[in-house]
T-cell receptor, first 116, second 110 residues
Framework: DADVTQTPRNRITKTGKRIMLECSQTKGHDRMYWYRQDPGLGLRLIYYSFDVKDINKGEISDGYSVSRQAQAKFSLSLESAIPNQTALYFC???????????????FGPGTRLTVL | RKEVEQDPGPFNVPEGATVAFNCTYSNSASQSFFWYRQDCRKEPKLLMSVYSSGNEDGRFTAQLNRASQYISLLIRDSKLSDSATYLCVVNIGIVDKLIFGTGTRLQVFP
């Protein structure tokens, strides 16, 4: 079973709709992240959370919100979707206690979101 | 200047070839460096971390040059299965804040 899962895997929605993307992990990691990936731009950080009570904005948080419901769950919401939010969204986790280089991040399979 | 810059490629090489990718980064305070591999429409996966002394993992060798602020990845004896996009990743001096390059695409042909 995958350590980091994302639902849905694909979603097509219309402009103005509210969308929630969900991420769950069984790695026991405290730190979770949401990224989006666009062709030619690489991955960009939307929000990150170092524990259940900690939420931080990334470089492109406008138009997004997040909720850390538990250590294992981190949800990303688009309050009113717009076409330029069409992208591939990845959730990731990390935990410096694992013994590897502190910043290693492990990614979920991604959600492909299309906003019409 | 982008924080992490890579040649987008594509690099088209025959099986068995040796290929090298370079990456430059702009933040001299960066402490952690990685190469991730990403297959088409899939999630990035850690290929290897990059240490100051250089490190090797089978056919893959990573080097770090702090003075010049660049990182390299060398792949020897390329396999068809090495075809992917290779992402250079650097932290920006803040714990767990990683900056991803846009990736270098490698295509290995028979």
């Amino acid at each position: 079973d995958a350590d980091v899962t994302q639902t849905p895997r694909n979603r097509i929605t219309k402009t103005g709709k509210r969308i929630m993307l969900e991420c769950s992990q069984t790695k026991g990691h405290d730190r979770m992240y949401w990224y989006r990936q666009d062709p030619g731009l690489g991955l960009r950080l939307i929000y990150y959370s170092f524990d259940v009570k900690d939420i931080n904005k990334g470089e492109i948080s406008d138009g997004y919100s997040v909720s850390r419901q538990a250590q294992a769950k981190f949800s990303l919401s688009l309050e009113s979707a717009i076409p330029n939010q069409t992208a591939l969204y990845f959730c990731a986790t990390s935990d410096p206690k694992t013994g590897g280089p502190d910043d290693t991040q492990y990614f979920g399979p991604g959600t492909r979101l299309t906003v019409l | 200047r982008k924080e992490v810059e890579q040649d987008p490629g594509p690099f088209n090489v025959p099986e068995g070839a040796t290929v090298a990718f370079n990456c430059t980064y702009s933040n001299s305070a960066s402490q952690s460096f990685f190469w991730y591999r990403q297959d088409c429409r899939k999630e990035p996966k850690l290929l290897m971390s990059v240490y100051s002394s250089g490190n090797e993992d089978g056919r893959f060798t990573a080097q770090l040059n702090r003075a010049s602020q660049y990182i390299s990845l060398l792949i020897r004896d390329s396999k068809l299965s090495d075809s992917a996009t290779y992402l250079c990743v650097v932290n920006i001096g803040i714990v767990d804040k990683l900056i991803f390059g846009t990736g270098t695409r490698l295509q290995v042909f028979p």
